[in-house]
């Protein structure tokens, strides 16, 4: 069975802080994804990743691909409220498959 | 622009009762489609996907069922619930070969 690990399972920090959220595997994966999902609706995209150790930048989130394709690493700069909710990473290896996510919460 | 419709948002079924699920898709051909379900605040359980129209795909053996009709239509459905189905459930799309996933808002089924 692959399995995605993702740590932290809760994280709670005030605005204005750095986080890192880890994703791991055993797996090798063609690429991997990032979702974000707000309470009550669907999960969006965020970044694909695809080649082994590939860095990705979407404003103040950085998305690193490890060099082996098996992990995977979303870094939020300065955290802002609007950061909540529940981070998903998704490695593709014919199938898609899911983390069971990160719960993210910024209190202002 | 490719769009996906999943209704209704919210439902309250009795233990017992029968449910019918609707997932539609605009925009696009011949898509993967994909049930869904998520525990509160955590991953996705992939329950049914399908690659074209009748062709169904179960992951998890259990008391639901799914059926495409028609190309852009994925239906979940159960002849009796169970209070164990409560949950979110997320309708989803990829195109063929492709790996980014469109969700739809998603349906909150609480069984009482």
């Known amino acids: 069975t692959q399995l995605l690990e993702q740590s932290p399972q809760f994280l709670s920090i005030q605005e204005g802080e750095n986080l890192t959220v880890y994703c791991n595997s055993s797996s090798v994966f063609s690429s991997l994804q990032w979702y974000r999902q707000e309470p009550g609706e669907g999960p969006v995209l965020l970044v694909t990743v695809v080649t082994g150790g590939e860095v990705k930048k979407l404003k103040r989130l950085t998305f690193q691909f490890g060099d082996a394709r098996k992990d995977s690493s979303l870094h939020i700069t300065a955290a802002q409220p609007g950061d909540t909710g529940l981070y998903l990473c998704?490695?593709?290896?014919?199938?898609?498959?899911w983390g069971l996510g990160t719960s993210l919460a910024v209190n202002p | 622009s490719q769009t996906i419709h999943q209704w209704p948002a919210t439902l309250v079924q009795p233990v017992g009762s029968p449910l019918s699920l609707e997932c539609t898709v605009e925009?696009?051909?011949?898509?993967?489609l994909y049930w869904y379900r998520q525990a509160a605040g955590r991953g996705l359980q992939l329950l049914f996907y399908s690659v074209g129209i009748g062709q169904i795909s179960s992951e998890v053996p259990q008391n639901l069922s799914a059926s495409r009709p028609q190309d852009r239509q994925f239906i979940l459905s159960s002849k009796k619930l169970l209070l164990s189905d409560s949950g979110f459930y997320l309708c989803?799309?990829?195109?063929?070969?492709?790996?980014?996933?469109?969700f739809g808002q998603g349906t909150r089924l609480t069984v009482v």
């Open positions: 998704v490695g593709n290896n014919r199938k898609l498959i």
């Open positions: 925009g696009t051909s011949n898509p993967n």
């Open positions: 989803a799309w990829t195109l063929k070969g492709g790996t980014e996933a469109f």
